[in-house]
């Protein structure tokens, strides 16, 4: 209904038709047609929420050096990493894991820290986990972010008590044992906590589970979870990787209308060549760039996919998918230990995030939720640290330029654009969204994935006109150019003016292998 809106739109517009005949004559004229009078759902802020698990140099180093650290922190929490996260205004943080979630039991991570258990982190490198960061930890942060807490229960090795207690330790206000036990550890208010999840990849490392079995334990599970006072948590059910519809149909068939879970959670990560072949972060040619983004632009079919098993059995779309972990996943840095994850971040992610960033935008109808893998110093990060040190990734910028469609609303866009073909294979050459804020401010966001050519492109902004147009922009010399603690500038964004607004027509020239956000104001 939408799309055909949109076309009689387009045809109906004078001014656009000899862009429509033209594209029928040339197939290389790059049109984004921007439908601003007629707005769509909201973007929920929270598809730009960020993953932070006891992994590596995540946590521990990343995030968390302890009040007696030299670094400045508060209350244990790096400033420099605080401020720039703060920037970015993330709007949830999932957290303990991962795989991580389902071997962690809350109760090692509460009281007196140095009476607190230390437990193997046995998925992450084997390392010694003195539970220093618990959940007083995490809730002080979040407070300091000022974002919502995403917690991820564990089904795998814990029990249904354990969890209920831990909701109930966290967001109730009645005199119970658990409660007096919070207040005993210096905690009087509860903590309101959005996100609960269910179970983390308990087809793998959380359980080994069928998708039957695991239905059948979360609906016992979530019968526990409570809600206290006025905290309505959203629960968030495990759901599949990839392409593996079969465990949505499953979950989704199981729930019917029941208020078992309020969403149900995706994962897929990008790869170069699968999981044997990864590749490095950092030196790669265009092969590897052009499989990155075509791994990237499968999140959409992806999404597609689950959510036309969604709508079958929630057609009122009451139901959130949650792609709590996204990423590219390349190999570990030279020297670093392979279960820490920690790889360097180039311009290549950039345009990977701003294809994943536009992918959830355009589907917001039922993309409630998203968390990019990870935070810091794992997979690709938003914010790399040594000692001291802080960098920002070109990730981070993505996600700098991008906050501007937090809770704003989709705006319809059609787009037509030429191809960017390697060695035979091809994808488009541009990826596009547009929203329009409560300001009344049209934001269009685009990348030009294709690392070789500029790309004219004419977008004819229809319903409303608008006085004045900024833009900002995120590119560099290489493919591969990324900061390090000695270059922490290399990659940033600068102001952007290569375009031309006239008669409701924007026309912007997009530099090779580019990331651009162009805000509309009236
Ligand atoms: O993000 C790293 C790991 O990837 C997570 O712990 C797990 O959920 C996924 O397989």
Same mark, same amino acid.
Request: glycine share 8%; net charge negative; aromatic share 12%.
């Given at each position: 209904?939408k799309?055909?809106?949109?076309?009689?739109?387009?045809?109906?517009?004078?001014?656009?038709?000899?862009?429509?005949?033209?594209?029928?004559?040339?197939?290389?004229?790059n049109?984004?047609?921007?439908?601003?009078?007629?707005?769509?759902?909201?973007?929920?802020?929270?598809?730009?929420?960020?993953?932070?698990?006891?992994?590596?140099?995540?946590?521990y180093?990343?995030?968390?050096?302890?009040?007696?650290?030299?670094?400045?922190?508060?209350d244990?929490?790096?400033n420099?990493?605080?401020?720039?996260l703060r920037?970015?205004?993330i709007?949830n943080?999932?957290?303990?894991g991962?795989?991580?979630?389902?071997?962690?039991?809350?109760?090692d991570?509460?009281g007196p820290?140095h009476?607190?258990?230390?437990?193997?982190n046995t998925?992450?490198?084997?390392?010694?986990?003195d539970?220093?960061?618990g959940?007083?930890?995490?809730?002080?942060?979040?407070?300091?972010?000022?974002?919502?807490?995403?917690?991820?229960?564990?089904?795998?090795?814990?029990?249904?008590?354990?969890?209920?207690?831990?909701?109930?330790?966290l967001?109730?206000?009645?005199?119970s044992?658990?409660?007096r036990?919070?207040?005993?550890?210096? #905690?009087?208010?509860?903590?309101?906590?959005?996100?609960?999840?269910?179970?983390?990849?308990?087809?793998?490392?959380?359980?080994?589970?069928?998708?039957?079995?695991?239905?059948?334990?979360?609906?016992?599970?979530?019968?526990?979870?409570?809600?206290?006072?006025e905290?309505?948590?959203?629960?968030?059910?495990?759901?599949?990787y990839?392409?593996?519809?079969?465990?949505?149909?499953?979950?989704?068939?199981?729930?019917?209308?029941?208020? #078992?879970?309020?969403?149900?959670?995706?994962h897929?990560?990008?790869?170069?060549?699968?999981?044997?072949?990864?590749?490095?972060?950092?030196?790669?040619?265009?092969?590897?760039?052009?499989?990155t983004?075509?791994?990237?632009l499968?999140?959409?079919?992806?999404?597609k996919?689950?959510?036309?098993?969604?709508?079958?059995y929630?057609?009122?779309?009451?139901k959130?998918l949650?792609?709590?972990?996204?990423?590219?996943?390349?190999?570990?840095e030279?020297?670093?230990?392979?279960?820490?994850l920690?790889?360097?971040?180039?311009?290549?992610?950039?345009?990977?995030?701003?294809?994943?960033?536009?992918?959830?935008?355009?589907?917001?109808?039922?993309?409630k939720?998203a968390?990019?893998?990870?935070?810091?110093?794992?997979?690709?990060?938003v914010?790399?640290?040594r000692?001291?040190?802080?960098?920002?990734?070109?990730?981070?910028?993505?996600?700098?330029?991008?906050?501007?469609?937090?809770d704003? #609303?989709?705006?319809?866009?059609?787009?037509?654009?030429?191809e960017?073909?390697?060695?035979?294979n091809s994808?488009?050459?541009?990826?596009?969204?547009?929203s329009?804020?409560?300001?009344?401010?049209?934001?269009?966001?685009?990348?030009?994935?294709?690392?070789?050519?500029?790309?004219?492109?004419?977008?004819?902004?229809?319903?409303?006109t608008?006085s004045?147009?900024?833009?900002?922009?995120?590119?560099?010399?290489?493919?591969?150019?990324?900061?390090?603690?000695?270059e922490?500038?290399?990659v940033?964004?600068?102001p952007?003016?290569?375009?031309?607004?006239?008669?409701?027509?924007?026309?912007?020239?997009?530099?090779?292998?580019?990331?651009?956000?162009l805000?509309?104001?009236?």
């Open positions: 209904m799309k055909l809106f949109l076309f009689i739109t387009v045809l109906m517009i004078p001014a656009l038709r000899p862009a429509v005949a033209q594209k029928e004559a040339d197939p290389v004229v049109q984004l047609v921007v439908v601003a009078n007629n707005p769509g759902p909201v973007i929920c802020k929270d598809i730009y929420g960020h993953f932070s698990e006891h992994l590596g140099a995540c946590i180093g990343g995030i968390w050096v302890g009040k007696g650290s030299d670094i400045p922190n508060t244990g929490i790096r420099d990493v605080l401020f720039a920037e970015l205004q709007p943080l999932r957290w303990p991962g795989c991580f979630a389902d071997t962690y039991h809350w109760k991570g509460i820290q009476k607190r258990a230390s437990i193997v998925h992450w490198g084997g390392v010694t986990e539970n220093s960061f959940t007083h930890e995490f809730m002080r942060l979040t407070e300091l972010l000022g974002c919502e807490a995403y917690i991820n229960g564990n089904v795998g090795s814990g029990t249904v008590q354990e969890m209920a207690e831990w909701v109930e330790y967001t109730s206000d009645s005199d044992p658990m409660t036990l919070r207040k005993e550890y210096g #905690r009087e208010d509860p903590w309101k906590v959005r996100y609960f999840a269910i179970g983390n990849e308990n087809w793998g490392c959380g359980g080994n589970m069928t998708d039957e079995y695991y239905a059948s334990v979360m609906r016992r599970f979530s019968t526990y979870l409570n809600n206290y006072g905290n309505m948590l959203y629960r968030v059910a495990c759901g599949p990839d392409y593996n519809f079969a465990w949505t149909e499953t979950l989704m068939k199981d729930e019917a209308t029941r208020g #078992r879970f309020q969403g149900l959670s995706i897929y990560y990008s790869l170069v060549d699968g999981w044997n072949n990864k590749g490095s972060a950092t030196g790669f040619g265009e092969r590897e760039w052009f499989r983004l075509s791994a990237n499968q999140m959409d079919p992806i999404i996919g689950h959510k036309a098993i969604m709508d079958r929630d057609p009122l779309k009451i959130g949650v792609v709590d972990e996204w990423g590219n996943w390349f190999d570990v030279p020297a670093t230990n392979p279960g820490f920690y790889q360097q971040n180039t311009l290549r992610d950039a345009l990977s995030a701003a294809v994943h960033l536009n992918i959830f935008n355009v589907h917001a109808d039922r993309v939720v968390n990019l893998a990870q935070t810091v110093n794992v997979l690709q990060s914010i790399l640290t000692d001291d040190k802080m960098i920002l990734t070109p990730t981070y910028h993505v996600f700098r330029m991008f906050r501007v469609h937090q704003a #609303r989709l705006l319809s866009t059609d787009l037509r654009c030429e960017y073909t390697f060695e035979g994808i488009p050459a541009i990826s596009a969204s547009a329009a804020d409560i300001r009344g401010r049209v934001n269009i966001s685009l990348a030009n994935l294709n690392p070789g050519k500029e790309i004219s492109l004419a977008c004819p902004v229809i319903g409303e608008f004045s147009v900024t833009g900002e922009i995120l590119t560099s010399d290489a493919i591969n150019s990324h900061n390090t603690f000695s922490p500038e290399k940033k964004p600068e952007f003016s290569d375009f031309r607004y006239k008669d409701g027509v924007l026309t912007v020239r997009l530099p090779s292998k580019s990331v651009v956000v805000e509309l104001s009236k």
